[in-house]
Nanobody, 123 residues
C-alpha cells in the first residue's frame, strides 16, 4: 500500500516562493507517475503539474506554467513542487497523487492521494 504525505504549506505574501514536498512510502517509487493537484472548497480538483519517470518529463497547467517547477528525488522517494511568484489566486489546498497510469493520473483518477497541505497567499 502506498501512502503519500504532503508538507511545506503555509502562509506567504504575493510574489513569495514556497516549496511543497510529498513523501511516498511503499515500493517501486521510481515506477510511479506523480502529480500535484489543488482544490478550492466546492470546486473540482484542478490539475497543477505532473512528472514522468524522470525530471526531464514535466507537464504544467497554463495557470502555473513558468512559475511552478515539479521535480522528483527517487533516492528519497519524494516529489517536490517549487512555487514561485505566488499569487492570491494560488490559495487553496494542494494534493500530491501517484499512479502507474499517466492518463488516469492527469485526469484526477489516481490510485493514491495525500491528505493535502494548505497554501495561503496574501496580497
Amino acid at each position: 500500500q502506498v501512502q503519500l504525505v504532503e508538507s511545506g504549506g503555509g502562509s506567504v505574501q504575493a510574489g513569495d516562493s514556497l516549496t511543497l514536498s510529498c513523501a511516498h512510502s511503499g515500493r517501486s517509487f521510481s515506477n510511479y507517475q506523480l502529480a500535484w493537484f489543488r482544490q478550492v472548497t466546492g470546486k473540482d480538483r484542478e490539475f497543477v503539474a505532473r512528472i514522468g519517470w524522470s525530471n526531464s518529463e514535466t507537464y504544467y497547467a497554463d495557470s502555473v506554467k513558468d512559475r511552478f517547477v515539479i521535480s522528483r528525488d527517487n533516492a528519497k522517494n519524494m516529489v517536490l513542487l517549487r512555487m514561485n511568484s505566488l499569487k492570491p489566486e494560488d490559495t487553496t489546498v494542494y494534493f500530491c497523487a501517484a499512479d502507474y497510469n499517466y492518463r488516469r493520473l492527469q485526469r484526477g483518477g489516481a490510485d493514491f492521494w495525500g491528505q493535502g497541505t494548505q497554501v495561503t497567499v496574501s496580497s
